[in-house]
Structure formats: structure tokens, C-alpha cells
């Protein structure tokens, strides 16, 4: 079955350090890759998408980056971090179930700045 | 832009009531529409996907039912039970069918079940 795998769970970080949040996902391959952050009263929303392989779409413009080094690992980056970037960090893939696509998300990681 | 709405923000009935969670989106151009479960400080749970073309989808207590044309999806869930205290997501896909699948969120509804 599909796992996919996020870490860490929580993270605390000061302004202006660097940040790096992975995300793996297990049994399959060249699944559809996704980065959603969950910031305090906001809804989730969608950060970047990975069709392959260094192949990275960014949903809106911010400070983070994402980067696809291998099939299914996704990792989301900044170099400074801001504290506008707090908030749940959400990786997901998208998968057949029964013939259907349907959205798989990881546990998330917490990202307090401070 | 798709935004989607949920309503109520937060709902507290006493165990064993039938209850209704609204979920509402301004483009009904969508591809299908999931329903999520989150937990404090945890990821989501997929709970019931509706396909664009298909009316409802039943799950154990859950029923979710979709309204394209109106832009209307509803979660029910029988016989509430303190275990179902959470945060509900409504996300449509919005995109055209393709291989891609972004989703656009709720803000959610936080439903409490008290014993």
C-alpha cells in the first residue's frame, strides 16, 4: 500500500535561518507531488505541485522553494525564513482508489518562527 | 477564482444527533469534490469523494451529496458520536480532469460531540 511520509512534526525556527521539510511518499511511482500550508485562520493552500522529476510548478509567490530531487521525494526550502512562513506544512499525492483519483495527505510538520 | 465556503465555522451537538455540514464553491466547473477529517495537530483524512458527474457517495454514518449546477455539497453524519470531534474540509479539484489534482479548501468546521 501507499505511506507517504513527512518530518519532522513540529519545527521551531528563528527569522532570517534556513528551513528544509521532506516528504516521501512509498509504493508507487511518479505520483503527483504537492506542497499545501495551513496558516492560522486561513484555509489550506495550495504552495507548489510536482508532476516529475525537477519539475516544480509554484502556486503562488512567496519565500519558499521546492525542489524534486528524486521520484518520490519532494522537498519544500527557504533560505531565510520569514514569520509570515508559520504554519502547518501539508505534503499530499494524488492516487487511484478504485478508479478514482483521489488526494493522500502526510501528517504534516508544525512551523512556528519566531 | 474558485473559493469554496463552509458553514458553520464551528458546530456542538450532543451525542447521538444526525447533523449537516455545508460546503459551497462560486466556479461549478469542477473535476470532483473531497471531503476531509482533520484532527488537532494532525493531517488529513480523506473521508468521501464525489465525482463531478454523481449525486452522492455514502460511507457507514457519512453521506456527502453534491449539487454541481448550484455549487452545493453537504456532509451528513448519523448518529454523531463523540469519536467524530474534529475539523471538517471541504476541497474541490479544480482542475479539468487532467492528471493534476489541486485542490482549493474550506476554511473547515470544527464540530464537537458531547457525550
Known amino acids: 500500500s501507499q505511506t507517504i511520509h513527512q518530518w519532522p512534526a513540529t519545527l521551531v525556527q528563528p527569522v532570517g535561518s534556513p ?32 508532476i516529475g522529476i525537477d ?19 519532494f ?7 520569514l514569520l509570515s512562513d508559520s504554519g502547518f506544512y501539508l505534503c499530499a499525492w494524488n492516487g487511484q482508489v478504485m478508479g478514482q483519483t483521489e488526494a493522500f495527505f502526510g501528517q504534516g510538520t508544525r512551523l512556528t518562527v519566531v | 477564482k474558485q473559493e469554496v465556503t463552509q458553514i458553520p465555522a464551528a458546530l456542538s451537538v450532543p451525542e447521538g444527533e444526525n447533523l449537516v455540514l455545508n460546503c459551497s464553491f462560486t466556479d461549478s466547473a469542477i473535476y470532483n469534490l473531497q471531503w476531509f477529517r482533520q484532527d488537532p495537530g494532525k493531517g488529513l483524512t480523506s473521508l468521501l469523494l464525489i465525482q463531478s458527474s454523481q449525486r452522492e457517495q455514502t460511507s457507514g454514518r457519512l453521506n456527502a451529496s453534491l449539487d454541481k449546477s448550484s ?10 458520536q463523540p469519536g467524530d470531534s ?17 485542490l482549493t479548501f474550506g476554511k473547515g468546521t470544527l464540530l ?4
Not at chain 1, 499545501?36 to 510536482?50: E, K, T, V, W
Open chain 1, 19 to 50: 528551513l528544509s521539510l521532506e516528504c516521501t511518499v512509498e509504493g508507487t511511482s511518479n505520483p503527483n507531488l504537492y506542497w499545501y500550508r495551513q496558516a492560522a485562520g486561513r484555509g489550506l493552500q495550495l504552495l507548489f505541485y510536482s
Open chain 1, 55 to 73: 519539475q516544480i510548478s509554484s502556486e503562488v509567490p512567496q519565500n519558499l522553494s521546492a525542489s524534486r530531487p528524486q521520484d518520490r521525494q
Open chain 1, 75 to 81: 522537498i519544500l526550502s527557504s533560505k531565510k525564513l
Open chain 2, 71 to 80: 455549487g452545493r455539497s453537504t456532509l451528513y453524519i448519523a448518529a454523531s
Open chain 2, 86 to 102: 474534529a475539523t471538517y474540509l471541504c476541497a474541490v479539484n479544480r482542475d479539468s480532469g487532467g492528471s493534476n489534482y489541486k
Open chain 2, 112 to 115: 464537537t460531540v458531547n457525550p
